[in-house]
């Protein structure tokens, strides 16, 4: 009999549900790595904005951490080492300004993990980022989080104290509404300083391709300007999410499609911030002096909260950099990529709906075909 059935087996293919097809990606290696990738922006910003800034991030990840240990001991499951609360501190402490209050990222990682997390049914329930969540929360909950805590950067040379103490888009946002000019030169009017580093490479590139760049590009590419701690360096992020495209836990679709339509649409309508009329806006920098890049790479790509199909990747990222692009120049707040994702993660069922794939050799009903 034992014979008989090991032929069976061998002779017939063993039936098994759903899914067929088995990665060796988990939680835990898909959380780790993207913790990973960060380590490279989360050590400039400290570098850049002083050890105070290692406490902030320390404080936001040991916050969500614990708050998970309360949820895992309120439901008697152990979730708490798949390192999705070491990333939503993270996240949360990348988000602050680099001299805030203690508490108030502490307060945010609270609410990222037992509000918008563990009430909706824990990891892969919430329909909304809760890092997001938690940063925005505090963001309307404390003057804190727009006002007094920026910082400038070790590396910049010292600046009037009404530059050195806000980020460069909050000022354009509020002094330089019909400037006319380029944002960089108009923040050099108002008393913004640039590097030597920035200086010898702008001379570089205007002389040897014939450009008219002013100082402060190369700055804000690789975060050597005042903002959060975490997404001051293009730079650093884009190389992280490189690596995540390379191990494949993201896909190119939402951070191509949001960046180069943020890109465009600043480009296109971003001059009338400062009456420059259409096609003048400067789109680099807005791209490299607020939160886009992180935004793109690590909050908008959330498993969770995105759309599942090719089709609506790319619709879910074209539409972020509308709403990004749209709430810093025509609405109130310098930055809009917290709330433009909040904002969308409301539509990503609707989107999944409409860009469903249809299984292979499906053929229309009569009632669908018409």
């Given at each position: 009999?034992?014979?008989?059935?090991?032929?069976?087996?061998?002779?017939?293919?063993?039936?098994?549900?759903?899914?067929?097809?088995?990665?060796?990606?988990?939680?835990?290696?898909?959380?780790?790595?993207?913790?990973?990738?960060?380590?490279?922006?989360?050590?400039?910003?400290?570098?850049?904005?002083?050890?105070?800034?290692?406490?902030?991030?320390?404080?936001?990840?040991?916050?969500?951490?614990?708050?998970?240990?309360?949820?895992?001991?309120?439901?008697?499951?152990?979730?708490?080492?798949?390192?999705?609360?070491?990333?939503?501190?993270?996240?949360?402490?990348?988000?602050?300004?680099?001299?805030?209050?203690?508490?108030?990222?502490?307060?945010?990682?609270?609410?990222?993990?037992?509000?918008?997390?563990?009430?909706?049914?824990?990891?892969?329930?919430?329909?909304?980022?809760?890092?997001?969540?938690?940063?925005?929360?505090?963001?309307?909950?404390?003057?804190?989080?727009?006002?007094?805590?920026?910082?400038?950067?070790?590396?910049?040379?010292?600046?009037?104290?009404?530059?050195?103490?806000?980020?460069?888009?909050?000022?354009?946002?509020?002094?330089?509404?019909?400037?006319?000019?380029?944002?960089?030169?108009?923040?050099?009017?108002?008393?913004?300083?640039?590097?030597?580093?920035?200086?010898?490479?702008?001379?570089?590139?205007?002389?040897?391709?014939?450009?008219?760049?002013?100082?402060?590009?190369?700055?804000?590419?690789?975060?050597?300007?005042?903002?959060?701690?975490?997404?001051?360096?293009?730079?650093?992020?884009?190389?992280?999410?490189?690596?995540?495209?390379?191990?494949?836990?993201?896909?190119?679709?939402?951070?191509?499609?949001?960046?180069?339509?943020?890109?465009?649409?600043?480009?296109?309508?971003?001059?009338?911030?400062?009456?420059?009329?259409?096609?003048?806006?400067?789109?680099?920098?807005?791209?490299?002096?607020?939160?886009?890049?992180?935004?793109?790479?690590?909050?908008?790509?959330?498993?969770?909260?995105?759309?599942?199909?090719?089709?609506?990747?790319?619709?879910?990222?074209?539409?972020?950099?509308?709403?990004?692009?749209?709430?810093?120049v025509f609405g109130s707040f310098p930055e809009g990529a917290s709330l433009a994702i909040l904002f969308m993660n409301m539509?990503?069922?609707?989107?999944?709906?409409?860009?469903?794939?249809?299984?292979?050799g499906y053929v229309k009903t009569k009632k669908e075909a018409k």
């Amino acid at each position: 009999m034992e014979k008989k059935s090991s032929e069976s087996l061998e002779k017939y293919p063993v039936i098994e549900v759903s899914p067929h097809l088995k990665a060796t990606s988990t939680t835990f290696t898909i959380m780790w790595a993207v913790s990973i990738s960060l380590i490279p922006a989360a050590l400039w910003g400290v570098i850049s904005f002083g050890w105070y800034s290692l406490v902030v991030l320390l404080a936001s990840i040991i916050s969500a951490v614990a708050a998970e240990g309360l949820v895992n001991w309120g439901t008697k499951r152990l979730t708490i080492h798949d390192g999705s609360a070491f990333l939503t501190g993270l996240l949360i402490g990348f988000n602050m300004p680099p001299e805030i209050p203690i508490y108030i990222p502490v307060i945010g990682s609270f609410f990222a993990i037992l509000v918008v997390k563990a009430a909706f049914g824990g990891l892969g329930s919430n329909w909304m980022n809760p890092a997001l969540a938690g940063r925005v929360f505090v963001f309307f909950s404390f003057n804190q989080m727009g006002g007094s805590c920026w910082k400038k950067p070790r590396f910049l040379p010292e600046m009037v104290d009404s530059i050195s103490s806000a980020t460069p888009l909050s000022v354009v946002k509020s002094q330089g509404a019909e400037c006319g000019i380029n944002s960089f030169e108009f923040l050099k009017q108002m008393g913004y300083s640039h590097s030597a580093f920035d200086a010898k490479l702008t001379d570089f590139f205007n002389s040897s391709f014939g450009l008219t760049l002013p100082n402060g590009y190369f700055d804000a590419f690789v975060g050597n300007i005042p903002g959060c701690i975490g997404e001051v360096s293009a730079l650093l992020l884009i190389l992280g999410g490189i690596f995540l495209l390379a191990k494949k836990i993201i896909t190119w679709h939402i951070p191509v499609a949001y960046i180069v339509s943020f890109l465009l649409f600043s480009w296109i309508f971003g001059g009338l911030q400062t009456g420059s009329g259409y096609f003048s806006g400067d789109a680099f920098f807005h791209l490299f002096t607020g939160g886009v890049i992180l935004a793109a790479f690590y909050m908008a790509t959330d498993m969770a909260t995105s759309p599942v199909y090719p089709k609506g990747l790319i619709i879910y990222g074209v539409l972020l950099g509308f709403f990004t692009f749209f709430i810093r120049v025509f609405g109130s707040f310098p930055e809009g990529a917290s709330l433009a994702i909040l904002f969308m993660n409301m539509f990503v069922p609707m989107i999944n709906k409409l860009t469903k794939s249809k299984p292979f050799g499906y053929v229309k009903t009569k009632k669908e075909a018409k």
